[in-house]
């Protein structure tokens, strides 16, 4: 059972760039979050996606955006990156519309802004 | 918004020994508090987790307690091995689970002695 798988591992961007980062969910699992991890600190939550739409939104700008699929894959978008946005960006995803199950993390793209 | 402080930021433990790290959060409408441990170059990875109808959890060496009076949770390793060092991190969320963000806090480095 293949468990959250997310793409690429690691991408270097310059500033201004966009970038999409791409996750694919746990076997079973409906409902992704993004979490974005910079270096020695915990990861902070950037939104969640279910049955297509954006269910809920951390306190991150405009310039992150987000899709998922009718498979439940989901991307991560980021305008006009900055240096600020270099960090490992983590994708969980989770079972059922319940809201008690368990958010499994994948193991991240490390992004590098110059 | 939710605001989880974790201490210490770093514990170094003789092989054998119990190792504690303590978490508080600010939200008292919080019910669900997972802990998770991170391995470098890998994803959180979840060990425990303990909703807020409950005081105390255990799965063999490892065990939380929470005390929602005090909004504060704490997690218990016994019999440290040297396969326990790693950054762990406790969280909290108001829904639970896959149904909303988690809040977590900044990490604990743990460092098992041989």
């Known amino acids: 059972d293949a468990g959250v798988t997310q793409s690429p591992t690691h991408l270097i961007k310059t500033r201004g760039q966009q970038v999409t980062l791409r996750c694919s969910p746990k076997?079973?699992?409906?409902?992704v979050s993004w979490y974005q991890q910079a270096l020695g600190q915990g990861p902070q939550f950037i939104f969640q996606y279910y049955e297509e739409e954006e269910r809920q939104r951390g306190n991150f700008p405009d310039r992150f955006s987000g899709h998922q699929f009718p498979n439940y894959s989901s991307e991560l978008n980021v305008n006009a990156l900055l240096l600020g946005d270099s960090a490992l960006y983590l994708c969980?995803?989770?079972?059922?519309?319940?809201?008690?199950?368990?958010?499994?993390f994948g193991p991240g793209t490390r992004l590098l802004v110059l | 918004g939710e605001n989880v402080e974790q201490h210490p930021s770093t514990l170094s433990v003789q092989e054998g020994d119990s190792a504690v790290i303590k978490c508080t959060y600010s939200?008292?409408?919080?019910?669900?508090f997972p802990w998770y441990k991170q391995e470098l170059g890998k994803g959180p990875q979840l060990i425990i987790d303990i909703r807020s109808n409950v005081g105390e959890k255990k799965d063999q060496r490892i065990a939380v307690t929470l005390n929602k009076t005090a909004k504060h949770f704490s997690l218990h390793i016994t019999e440290t091995q040297p396969e326990d060092s790693a950054v762990y991190f406790c969280?909290?969320?108001?829904?639970?689970?896959?149904?909303?963000?988690?809040?977590f806090g900044k990490g604990t480095h743990l460092i098992i002695q041989p």
């Open positions: 939200d008292s409408a919080s019910n669900y």
């Open positions: 969980a995803s989770s079972p059922g519309a319940g809201g008690s199950e368990t958010q499994y």
């Open positions: 076997s079973g699992h409906d409902t």
């Open positions: 969280a909290a969320s108001i829904r639970g689970g896959g149904a909303d963000g988690l809040t």
